[in-house]
């Protein structure tokens, strides 16, 4: 992608020391997670251990959505059936087009039906949204919250400025809900769309990515972290619907959703996640679209393949953020060497997070395996307990893998001394990333 050995290593060196003078107020937090598990009872048992299962809602559900480009067909369509309410939450908010329909011309058609239209995207993510975009849907009614914007005002706000609100959140009507790694972003349109390959955003690359579409009352919990978000950064009022009405059952599935934030120090979702990992006596998959695990992250990692736990691996190559994946790479040999499976997507953009355990416990939403995750992003995740939706997120981990590269532990001993150097200057600014 054009990336030099030059300008790899004169980026590298320029955050550095930025990372040195910020990594000290950003502590990774350390999870009490007690001995080893020890023995080899029914996976199912530990597991109920895992991620609050008390507190999620049963009778739900959910549906795994892996191939684009219908990832936006099925939001469009999903918005266009919606009577009450839309509330979406992304990090990347653009105006996108699905079968020549901007989603300007979506919701503005929505709001004049009288549906209620509540946005929150993020300030830097969403900063090639316009202007003029955002100011006809509040024209026609919407009601818009930018998070953090970016501006003379906030530029020299370190906190402002790098705490960001990853997550991807739509709820129509109160009943169903999707969560996941998928943006509203032109990559994902069809490529076939007029203006879709306008700009160099990587739309000449396929973009592996994963949504969950949840029907059930764990609906009510993505709503609630939703509006929790919009209370908390003092949103304008919102028109008064039906925002939470009465959700029947719809499935088997239990349902956990989990909204993290760092104003709050909840970092919700890393620390399930390692209970889970932490749990597991068969099976651990993972994979994600950025991986800067933290220290403890990777001791539980490598733990689980020590004491016989199959432990894989998908991750993404340096083809989008060559930089971000040195800084991953660099845990390779520790997590090769006891016994963890690598593999790598060379000739896709990976974006899609996703874990499944031990076959009960599944988990997909926008938290990548990185410390800006845990430290200063928003996030929002699903966690599900059922079979069904594991026995489906492991068939999807086999498809990745199937287009995957393996790492081996030789060639990677084996890599040359510019590689070995820019790992160590990304470990120094690994927390930023």
Not at 121 to 130: A, I, K, Q, V
Request: hydrophobic content about 45%; proline content about 5%; charged content about 25%.
């Amino acid at each position: 992608m054009g990336w030099t050995k030059g300008k790899l290593l004169t980026r590298l060196a320029a955050l550095a020391s930025l990372s040195l003078t910020l990594a000290g107020c950003a502590p990774v937090p350390n999870v009490l997670l007690g001995a080893d598990p020890p023995g080899d009872p029914p996976s199912h048992s530990i597991l109920d251990g895992a991620g609050g299962p008390s507190l999620a809602k049963p009778g739900n559900r959910v549906t795994l959505l892996s191939r684009g480009p219908e990832w936006l067909e099925i939001l469009f369509a999903a918005m266009e059936g919606a009577r009450d309410h839309i509330n979406l939450e992304f990090y990347i908010l653009e105006n996108v087009l699905v079968r020549g329909r901007s989603l300007e011309d979506l919701l503005i058609e929505k709001l004049r039906s009288g549906v209620a239209v509540n946005v929150i995207l993020d300030g830097y993510g969403s900063h090639r949204t316009g202007r003029a975009v955002l100011e006809r849907l509040r024209k026609e009614g919407a009601r818009v919250l930018v998070f953090h914007p970016v501006n003379a005002e906030t530029i020299l706000r370190i906190d402002a400025i790098n705490e960001r609100d990853h997550r991807k959140i739509l709820v129509v009507d109160g009943k169903v809900g999707f969560v996941g790694g998928i943006n509203l972003y032109p990559v994902y349109q069809n490529q076939s769309e007029p203006g879709a390959v306008q700009r160099r955003d990587f739309h000449h690359v396929l973009w592996n990515d994963l949504v969950a579409r949840i029907e059930g009352p764990a609906v009510v919990e993505l709503q609630r972290v939703f509006f929790a978000t919009w209370s908390r950064e003092k949103g304008p009022a919102v028109v008064e619907k039906d925002y939470f009405p009465k959700v029947a059952k719809a499935g088997e599935e239990r349902v956990r959703v989990i909204g993290s934030a760092p104003k709050e120090n909840r970092a919700l979702y890393y620390i399930q996640l390692l209970e889970a990992i932490h749990a597991a006596r068969r099976r651990i998959d993972l994979c994600t679209g950025s991986f800067v695990p933290t220290r403890q992250m990777v001791e539980e990692l490598v733990q689980a393949a020590r004491r016989g736990v199959a432990v894989r691996l998908v991750l993404p190559s340096a083809l989008y953020h060559p930089v971000i994946e040195i800084a991953g790479s660099a845990d390779y040999g520790a997590l090769l060497r006891a016994g963890v499976r690598i593999w790598e997507m060379p000739e896709e953009v990976l974006h899609g997070k996703l874990a499944t355990i031990d076959g009960a416990w599944t988990a997909v939403g926008s938290s990548n395996l990185d410390e800006r995750s845990v430290l200063f992003n928003q996030e929002v995740d699903a966690i599900v307990w059922g079979r069904e939706t594991a026995s489906t997120a492991r068939g999807i981990v086999e498809e990745r893998i199937f287009r995957s590269r393996e790492i081996a532990l030789g060639p990677w001993r084996r890599r040359d001394v510019f590689e070995r150097v820019n790992e160590f200057f990304a470990s120094l600014w690994r927390v930023l990333l």
